[in-house]
């Protein structure tokens, strides 16, 4: 038991930290802007704690299946953790645009900055890293479908028939997502998987590793991550709103902390794959993660919106538009040869840098 204790302290920790910050809520709050700030950043820190508890879980549970089935429980969880968070700033009036930006600013972190970063930095180690072509073809055409018809096309719909094009999303996101998991798990699993060589290793002396834990005990985990990043989202979404309140700081600056909180264990993942030399799971992470953020937040949060009768702002700004399109155009350019290398990620890396200065500028 002490042993089970000792390996999930931080999921430990951020459980300590929701049974206090509820008690405290009402003094947080009543306390001034930087206090509730200081708070809310605390909190933030806590729900990424659990956050990468749920995702090592997850990896564990992934590496049981292999890939690409634990490619998408990793990816999955992110958005679960996201979706979560997401709901409950919503249901605490939060900024119309959230959800928008927020979906918009994983993509633009998933895409340039996950897979920029490891692409960069995988590329200085390695040269050239290989992986299967066809699984990035094929997530760069349904993030670019689910994008558009979600978070472009709702710009035209008049706002009298919001209602009809937003169940229409939800279906055409549930067909879309089915139909891309019934090729992920099924007759073309191979698309989003790679074959590497095996490599000789030297003997090195076995280290005494920890028992293995059991694949019931990883679910349980799993599952009581997200109730505990559940409950401490709840007082940090009233935290941040009251701390950033008349600070003149960009409406998605919470959209990117969302965001970031969702990727933060996938950062760690990508960066340790392509630093092995095995690209194709940094592909599958950066693209599954923006492709199961948009197919599977856009259907939860409209069926909410559609629950409430409150809809949201989901329609892109213009800057956002062109933004996500030469993000799409480089990344099908750079990912149609079944290779990456430095120079790639770097274009995916400056294009994330010019997000968050777009995002500074409040733009």
Do not use: C
Not at 161 to 184: C, D, P
Request: aromatic share 8%; proline share 4%; glycine share 8%.
């Amino acid at each position: 038991m002490f042993t089970l204790i000792k390996q999930e302290k931080l999921l430990v920790l951020a459980l300590l930290a929701a049974v206090v910050a509820y008690p405290l809520e009402h003094w947080l709050l009543g306390s001034g802007q930087v206090v509730a700030l200081i708070g809310g950043l605390i909190l933030i820190g806590f729900i990424v704690a659990a956050s990468m508890r749920v995702a090592h879980h997850a990896e564990l549970l992934a590496e049981k299946v292999g890939d690409p089935y634990g490619t998408m429980i990793l990816t999955l969880s992110a958005v679960l953790v996201e979706v979560v968070i997401l709901a409950i700033m919503m249901s605490n009036e939060a900024s119309p645009t959230l959800v928008r930006d927020t979906i918009y600013s994983a993509v633009m972190l998933d895409i340039n900055g996950i897979l920029g970063l490891a692409a960069l930095m995988g590329g200085l180690k390695h040269g050239e890293q290989v992986y299967n072509d066809d699984s990035a073809r094929s997530y760069s055409v349904m993030i670019l479908t689910a994008m558009g018809v979600s978070m472009v096309v709702p710009e035209f719909i008049p706002q009298e028939n919001w209602k009809q094009y937003s169940a229409f999303t939800i279906g055409a996101m549930l067909v879309l997502y089915t139909l891309f998991l019934r090729m992920q798990v099924g007759p073309h699993s191979y698309f989003f998987s790679y074959s590497y060589p095996e490599k000789r290793r030297r003997k090195e002396p076995v280290e005494t590793e920890p028992k293995p834990i059991s694949l019931a005990f990883s679910i349980g985990a799993l599952v009581f991550g997200v109730v505990v990043i559940g409950a401490l989202a709840e007082v940090m979404s009233k935290a941040i709103d009251l701390g950033l309140e008349g600070s003149g700081a960009p409406p998605v600056v919470t959209a990117i902390l969302v965001a970031a909180i969702s990727a933060a264990p996938e950062i760690l993942t990508a960066l340790r794959a392509a630093l092995a030399n095995r690209m194709q799971s940094v592909v599958n992470i950066a693209l599954g993660a923006s492709l199961s953020t948009v197919i599977l937040t856009v259907p939860v949060m409209e069926a909410m919106a559609l629950y409430t009768g409150q809809p949201f702002q989901m329609a892109m700004t213009p800057v956002q538009t062109v933004m996500i399109f030469i993000t799409l155009i480089v990344s099908a350019i750079n990912l149609n040869d079944g290779e990456t290398n430095a120079i790639e990620g770097m274009t995916h890396f400056v294009l994330f840098a010019t997000f968050i200065m777009l995002s500074l500028l409040g733009l």
